[in-house]
């Protein structure tokens, strides 16, 4: 790593980068409640890996709201009643395997 900068830079920046989102985990899970931990989640996984629909974000994921429930450190049932109360909202749409955002900005 002393010979070859690139490396060391690229190295660094993945664990400073892997060391910021285990400090955003940290400060979610004791700062904010189980309805803004899910909605950051939500919000996270589709600026990351959906893609854009005419003016809405999908996501295609094969997590289930167990999947979920253990990622954001919530019950299976409180990732549901979150969820159906952002679709009553019509703020996404969600089945086995998507999740369409419709409104980003809308989304908290």
Do not use: P
Not at 38 to 44: A, Q, S
Not at 79 to 85: A, D, Q, R, S, Y
């Amino acid at each position: 790593m002393r010979l070859n900068f690139n490396l060391c830079d690229r190295i660094m920046t993945l664990f400073g980068n892997r060391l910021m989102r285990a400090e955003s985990k940290l400060e979610s899970l004791i700062f904010k409640d189980a309805r803004t931990r899910i909605v950051e989640f939500i919000k996270d996984s589709v600026s990351r890996s959906g893609r854009k629909v005419g003016l809405e974000m999908l996501l295609k994921h094969s997590l289930t709201h167990q999947d979920i429930a253990n990622i954001t450190c919530t019950s299976r049932q409180t990732v549901t009643l979150v969820l159906n109360e952002l679709r009553k909202s019509d703020l996404i749409y969600f089945n086995r395997g998507k999740i369409l955002v419709r409104d980003m900005t809308r989304l908290a």
